[in-house]
């Protein structure tokens, strides 16, 4: 199993789940900036993949590619990409990629994933945001 796509809007990294009470009930939600995102990539994602969940272990490859800010836009930055070294944390955008994965039906569980490899640049001159999603089956037994 192969899926191999590119989502082309801005990483968006998981933010904290927020917890109101009503009445005697707590009640658990996503940042909007969050759910937006997850609905989005999930609906774009459903769309590529036709088949059901993939159920035994994967690697997952990622590349965030965020828009450079004005502030490296000097003559003196590279052109090219650049290492992104701020915030959002790759950790949380890869939590958030993750279960757009999951809710778009391409794997069955998060805990699939075996290996994971991302990488979070700032883009090069003129590119936009958007993120590399590559799921690759892994085989069961290690040699």
Request: hydrophobic share 40%; charged share 25%.
């Amino acid at each position: 199993m192969m899926f191999e796509t590119v989502l082309h809007f801005t990483p968006v990294a998981m933010g904290r789940p927020r917890v109101t009470v009503r009445g005697r009930h707590a009640h658990a939600y996503l940042p909007k900036k969050t759910k937006e995102y997850l609905d989005t990539c999930t609906m774009v994602l459903r769309s590529q993949w036709k088949e059901e969940p993939y159920a035994g272990p994967v690697a997952v490859y990622l590349i965030f590619v965020h828009p450079r800010p004005l502030r490296l836009g000097r003559k003196k930055d590279p052109d090219g990409r650049m290492w992104k070294t701020t915030k959002p944390d790759i950790d949380n955008l890869c939590k958030l990629a993750i279960d757009c994965i999951v809710q778009a039906g391409v794997i069955a569980d998060d805990n699939q994933v075996v290996m994971l490899e991302a990488r979070d640049f700032w883009g090069a001159r003129g590119e936009k945001g958007s993120t590399t999603i590559e799921v690759v089956s892994c085989s069961n037994v290690l040699d």
